[in-house]
């Protein structure tokens, strides 16, 4: 299906990279391609004024993606990486079709690095991508041998958006989550979120050892390595710094976003406009 959103656009390979999510879990991400991608530049959206994502509807996500990914693209990103789980399970195949730039999910790299590490996986994600089965269905493709669980956590990104990470109250919440997936005797344990990562100290402090815990951020950004090999759109020289835009409070992303970058990014406000769905007619449908 062509694109809707505009013309193929002329790509360079010095653009930035696009990446978005609902606030600071798509840092996980950001973080992955300055390991393994250091010289690409880096665009990064957070849009804290809606989040979280994950007790959204499939069609408020869609909106949302939509939204973002259209102000990217007059930001001329030369590739979009959706760094958020709940987004990329119900929003990406639509949106790929729609927009003339690659677009990445997490949950394929992700479901497809779980099956190689295990045969009884535990799923820890948003209510919203749990109850799209999103996870279930690729881990289940990818080797249909596969036992799966799934556990949705909403309090996870409240408690990791309101700076908690080191509270009574989220090492009780995490015990409360991982319960049942403990008891199910699981041999791997999928990150569900890009927000996850950062409660690693307290996942590993309640997850036997033995117990392999699979970031799709790690996996999203070697396919996007590949990607990029593929379309010939490496950045030939040095990254420039990354860009930080939010759609709610600069200043509160800012001080939050220190603890993992290591310094206090400068941080701009967007306001997003919507954009309007594309008709059946304009589809060839």
């Known amino acids: 299906?062509?694109?809707?959103?505009?013309?193929?656009?002329?790509?360079?390979?010095?653009?930035?990279?696009?990446?978005?999510?609902?606030?600071?879990?798509?840092?996980?991400?950001?973080?992955?391609?300055?390991?393994?991608?250091?010289?690409e530049s880096i665009l990064y959206v957070g849009d804290t004024a809606r989040l979280p994502y994950g007790d959204r509807t499939p069609g408020e996500i869609l909106e949302f993606v939509r939204e973002i990914i259209a102000w990217m693209m007059g930001k001329q990103v030369k590739m979009v990486m959706m760094a958020c789980n709940t987004s990329s399970a119900l929003a990406l195949e639509q949106v790929q079709a729609e927009f003339p730039v690659p677009i990445l999910g997490l949950i394929h790299p992700g479901a497809r690095a779980a099956t190689k590490a295990g045969q009884r996986v535990g799923v820890i994600a948003t209510p919203a991508t749990v109850a799209s089965n999103a996870y279930r269905d690729a881990i289940l493709e990818a080797d249909a041998r596969t036992q799966v669980w799934q556990v949705g956590?909403?309090?996870?990104v409240p408690l990791i958006e309101g700076d908690r990470?080191?509270?009574?109250?989220?090492?009780?919440?995490?015990?409360e989550y991982l319960s049942p997936l403990l008891a199910a005797n699981?041999?791997?344990?999928?990150?569900?979120?890009?927000?996850y990562p950062h409660l690693e100290p307290v996942l590993r402090s309640l997850l036997p050892s033995q117990v392999q815990r699979i970031n799709p951020a790690v996996h999203m950004v070697r396919a996007a390595a590949k990607e990029?090999?593929?379309?010939?759109?490496?950045?030939?020289g040095p990254a420039r710094p990354p860009q930080f835009y939010v759609s709610g409070n600069p200043q509160q992303f800012a001080h939050l976003s220190e603890r993992w970058l290591g310094y206090q990014p400068l941080v701009g406000q967007v306001s997003f406009v919507p954009v309007a769905a594309p008709s059946l007619h304009s589809q060839g449908q």
Request: charged share 15%; hydrophobic share 40%; proline share 8%.
């Open 1 to 39: 299906m062509p694109a809707q959103f505009g013309l193929s656009p002329v790509i360079s390979g010095s653009a930035p990279i696009g990446i978005f999510d609902s606030g600071v879990g798509g840092l996980t991400v950001l973080k992955e391609i300055e390991r393994q991608l250091p010289k």
């Open 153 to 156: 956590c909403p309090r996870f």
């Open 165 to 175: 990470l080191l509270a009574l109250e989220t090492k009780q919440v995490a015990a």
């Open 186 to 195: 699981i041999d791997t344990l999928i990150y569900g979120c890009t927000h």
């Open 228 to 236: 990029l090999e593929l379309l010939n759109l490496k950045n030939p």
